[in-house]
Antibody
Framework: EVQLVESGGGLVQPGGSLRLSCAVSGLTVSSNYMSWVRQAPGEGLEWVSIIYSDGSTYHADSVKGRFTISRDNSKNTLYLQMNSLRSEDAAIYYC????????????WGQGTMVTVSS | DIVMTQTPLSSPVTLGQPASISCRSSQSLVHSDGNTYLSWLHQRPGQPPRLLIYKISNRFSGVPDRFSGSGAGTDFTLKISRVEAEDVGVYYCMQATHFPQRTFGQGTKVEIK
């Protein structure tokens, strides 16, 4: 059974940093495309970052230069390092697996909440 | 950048009646490989999204056959043949043709009248 479990969310001041983790079981992170998607309170879904199986990474313009997606193959875990946080980064952050053949998010975690406030 | 526009944004429906959601993209979603990477997701309150439909019209594993997708190019539709209570929530279309960016529609809230 595939499971994605996010952690690391919490309250952080504007300008601060946070690292989110997504512990994965039932599949190998390094063999798949993995992504982060966020949802601000009461808002829709926004794609944030993706890491390909070859290690290539891409980020949305809204977070480029501030967020970094990475993975630890030995821990089968996905990460999102978030720096220079702004109030508009407050959201639930979901990790999701991409089915490469259909290019759709077929598995999702439950999400972790990030609050940015002084 | 690709813009995905859903209509309506809210859809009150009667149990047992059909529902339809439209999604329009600002550019064609036909990929050079011939596929169209347009998917639909459903999010119940307090839950993560779940995949319903991929590549326009293919139901994901476990999705009831009352859900169907159609369309081509820039215009797509999700239909629920007979709405059940568990179908409430927000529905999103998403494009993955113009990668690496993934773009979601604004979401359509389906609620029971």
């Amino acid at each position: 059974e595939v499971q994605l479990v996010e952690s690391g969310g919490g309250l952080v001041q504007p300008g601060g940093s946070l690292r989110l983790s997504c512990a994965v079981s039932g599949l190998t992170v390094s063999s798949n495309y993995m992504s982060w998607v966020r949802q601000a309170p009461g808002e829709g879904l926004e794609w944030v970052s993706i890491i390909y199986s070859d290690g290539s990474t891409y980020h949305a313009d809204s977070v480029k230069g501030r967020f970094t997606i990475s993975r630890d193959n030995s821990k089968n875990t996905l990460y999102l390092q978030m720096n220079s946080l702004r109030s508009e980064d407050a959201a639930i952050y979901y990790c999701a697996k991409v089915d490469l053949g259909i290019r759709a998010f077929d598995f999702w975690g439950q999400g972790t909440m990030v609050t940015v406030s002084s | 950048d690709i813009v995905m526009t859903q209509t309506p944004l809210s859809s009150p429906v009667t149990l047992g009646q059909p529902a339809s959601i439209s999604c329009r993209s600002s550019q064609s979603l036909v990929h050079s490989d011939g596929n169209t990477y347009l998917s639909w997701l459903h999010q119940r309150p307090g839950q993560p999204p779940r995949l319903l439909i991929y590549k326009i019209s293919n139901r994901f594993s476990g999705v009831p056959d009352r859900f169907s997708g159609s369309g081509a190019g820039t215009d797509f539709t999700l239909k629920i043949s007979r709405v059940e209570a568990e179908d409430v929530g927000v529905y999103y279309c998403m494009q993955a043709t113009h990668f690496p960016q993934r773009t979601f529609g604004q979401g359509t809230k389906v609620e029971i009248k």
